[in-house]
């Protein structure tokens, strides 16, 4: 990312996407945005799961109370 014009000290926004597309050409970059959201989406599926893993001890652990 420091090799992008202007963004020598890191001081731009430059996104994940802005760079391989850059580097890597139109055909490579729609490939990297589709691993990209399904990298995003499974991070909230287990997200989803964990939370609801807890919720579920909670509940065991007020029902024996």
Do not use: C, P
Not at 8 to 37: C, D, P, R, W
Request: hydrophobic residues 45%; glycine residues 4%; aromatic residues 10%.
């Amino acid at each position: 990312m420091s090799t992008i014009h202007g963004n020598e000290a890191f001081q731009a926004k430059v996104e994940y996407s802005t760079v391989a597309h850059l580097y890597l050409g139109n055909k490579s970059h729609i490939i990297m945005q589709i691993l990209l959201y399904f990298a995003l989406q499974s991070v909230n599926i287990s997200s989803i799961i964990i939370s609801e893993q807890v919720r579920d001890i909670w509940f065991e652990e007020l029902g024996r109370s």
